[in-house]
């Protein structure tokens, strides 16, 4: 490839850089994606240990386009990965695009050529592109996170981070399986590796509140029936808070009905499964305290109930929620609680009895040391910023991205950054990402990057940039927004606390609804915020 000159570069081959490739070409546009993997896919390409599972019910999470969901089956109500990455295929059959997509390439750095308003992208292939925009996608967790554990790399066996996965698999029948982490990926993998393992230890730090998940597995005929309401209900994610199509909490407070009232919809929500306990309950349970508490109450009792032993009871739903109810991401669970009444299962609380270290044999505790065979790093992603600024971006004034956000995530929208002309990025840092599913955001918030890079290219323009101030001003709607929720109260990685040394600040925009509305507006008052022209202003 070398030398190619083309007009939009879109870095991930995930949902959001594939709409973005077929929108974009659809409008004329020559297009070139990039991708680090061998196919598509994004998270389901690397995210591919046992268990990977999509937490979002059909049909939220999937596009919108008939011509794409006529065809195609789901055979789950939560589809695996190996089903998404077929999703995936039957993708690249109908919008033809791995055409223009460049597999096992990884952008390296991008400089932006103020005299030709272009950036310059180089990849780890020895590759230079030239592209009048770029459009990163890189997806919330394209960056792993692995903790600093002293004597990590003395380990003996085998050890994989779960978003690093083996593509060849590894091999967990009649092994000693240890796992560090107990989020999403944890409670997934934890499900597969117990009935397998010689036996399985968890090393968990914060119970993880998860959910009932209420998996149910469609024939072709209940596909069909779903279908007919397809049209319905893929629209209505746009004008959904959630931005799923069926999930809506009551418009009243939890502390203003009856208990009786209140139990019927906790109860309700319960049975229905997936995200509908965490967010289509009450309208204040995750705003205010009192209301939080009641809802974590009633997911106490009945988790509790599933668990055989007292003592692990209390370690993975304690009397004292560990963090309010839903500030972390929950997870979906379909028999994490009754993998602890296995005898070949053991639950270690490493805040009791914190990890010293990685041993060449296993993991050695202030109690005592657990060998193992496999040791699995289910503990999470640097979310967002870290895959953004693995790449070396420089922007006007040979600025860094590291640098602009060195205190913090400095965003017009979530999309443009001051300093960094013709570069949109989506599913990114202060924006919905994390509060509305990859397919859905992809087209949501993707239709207002084609329309605006439509919009610069058909006025005769050749840059858009955000000002200053108008980064300033959204950073402060992101503050106010932090204090109005309780996700503050929650080390999680939607507010950077997962990592060490990370800025603690709200990384995703809770309410999609109100995000697009606010886009829209910018939009239609001339890219309020957005400097738009033809030469270089500085
Ligand atoms: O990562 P996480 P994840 N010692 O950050 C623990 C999506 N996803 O990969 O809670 C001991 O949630 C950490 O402990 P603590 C989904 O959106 C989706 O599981 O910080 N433990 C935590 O338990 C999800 O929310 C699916 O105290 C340590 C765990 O590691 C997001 O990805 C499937 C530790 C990390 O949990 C991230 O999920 C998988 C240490 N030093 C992922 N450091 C679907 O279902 C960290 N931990 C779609």
Same mark, same amino acid.
């Given at each position: ?111 932006? $050529?103020?005299? *030709? ?7 780890? #292939?020895? %590759? @230079?592109?030239?592209? +009048? =925009? ?111 199509? $069926?999930?809506? *909490? ?7 009905? #009856?208990? %009786? @009232?209140?139990?019927? +919809? =906790? ?272």
């Amino acid at each position: 490839m070398h030398g190619v000159e083309t007009d939009v570069v879109v870095i991930g081959a995930g949902f959001n850089g594939l709409y973005q490739l077929h929108r974009l070409r659809e409008e004329g546009f020559r297009v070139l994606l990039v991708e680090a993997g061998s196919r598509l896919g994004g998270i389901w390409f690397w995210n591919c240990y046992p268990g990977a599972r999509v937490d979002s019910h059909v049909p939220n999470y999937e596009f919108s386009m008939e011509s794409v969901w006529r065809e195609w089956n789901w055979s789950e109500r939560f589809p695996g990965y190996a089903e998404l990455r077929k999703y995936f295929d039957h993708l690249d059959a109908k919008l033809d695009l791995s055409r223009d997509i460049r597999f096992n390439t990884c952008v390296k750095s991008a400089a932006f $050529d103020g005299a *030709a308003n272009q950036w310059r992208i180089s990849t780890d #292939t020895g %590759d @230079e592109i030239q592209a +009048r =925009f770029v459009v990163p996608c890189l997806g919330f967790a394209s960056k792993a996170f692995v903790p600093n554990l002293p004597g990590l790399e003395s380990f003996a066996g085998e050890c994989h981070h779960t978003g690093l996965w083996p593509q060849s698999g590894v091999e967990l029948a009649g092994k000693r399986v240890g796992v560090i982490g107990t989020g999403a990926s944890g409670v997934q993998v934890i499900q597969e590796a117990a009935p397998l393992a010689s036996h399985l230890t968890i090393f968990q730090r914060t119970p993880n509140l998860a959910l009932p998940m209420r998996q149910i597995r469609y024939d072709a005929a209940a596909q069909e029936e779903l279908k007919a309401k397809y049209p319905e209900m893929l629209a209505r994610r746009a004008i959904s808070a959630t931005s799923y199509h $069926d999930i809506q *909490a009551e418009p009243r407070s939890a502390l203003d009905v #009856t208990p %009786d @009232e209140r139990h019927r +919809r =906790f109860e309700w929500a319960w049975q229905e499964g997936g995200f509908h306990f965490w967010a289509g309950t009450f309208n204040d349970v995750l705003s205010n305290k009192n209301a939080n508490a009641l809802a974590y109450a009633f997911w106490r009792n009945r988790t509790r109930a599933r668990i055989n032993d007292p003592d692990v009871a209390r370690k993975l739903a304690p009397d004292v929620a560990p963090h309010p109810f839903g500030s972390k991401r929950p997870s979906l669970e379909q028999n994490y609680y009754e993998v602890f009444n296995q005898p070949n299962v053991t639950l270690v609380d490493v805040k009791e009895t914190p990890i010293e270290r990685i041993t060449p044999h296993g993991v050695l505790t202030s109690e005592s040391e657990t060998e193992l065979d496999v040791l699995v790093l289910a503990t999470g992603f640097d979310a967002s910023t870290g895959g953004i600024t693995a790449i070396d971006w420089h922007g006007t004034e040979d600025t860094s991205l590291s640098n602009l956000w060195r205190n913090g995530v400095v965003t017009h929208l979530g999309m443009a950054m001051p300093g960094f002309p013709n570069l949109l990025m989506l599913y990114g840092p202060q924006s919905p990402t994390a509060f509305c599913n990859g397919p859905t955001c992809a087209e949501l918030q993707g239709e207002w990057v084609v329309e605006c890079l439509r919009h610069v290219r058909d006025s005769g323009y050749t840059r858009i940039e955000a000002t200053p101030q108008a980064a300033r001003v959204w950073g402060e709607h992101m503050r106010e927004e932090f204090a109005d929720s309780l996700l503050h109260l929650a080390d999680s990685w939607y507010v950077g606390a997962n990592v060490p040394g990370k800025q603690r600040e709200l990384l995703y925009y809770a309410n999609t609804q109100k995000y697009l509305k606010l886009c829209r507006d910018v939009a239609t008052n001339g890219y309020r915020g957005f400097q738009i022209g033809r030469g270089s202003w500085r």
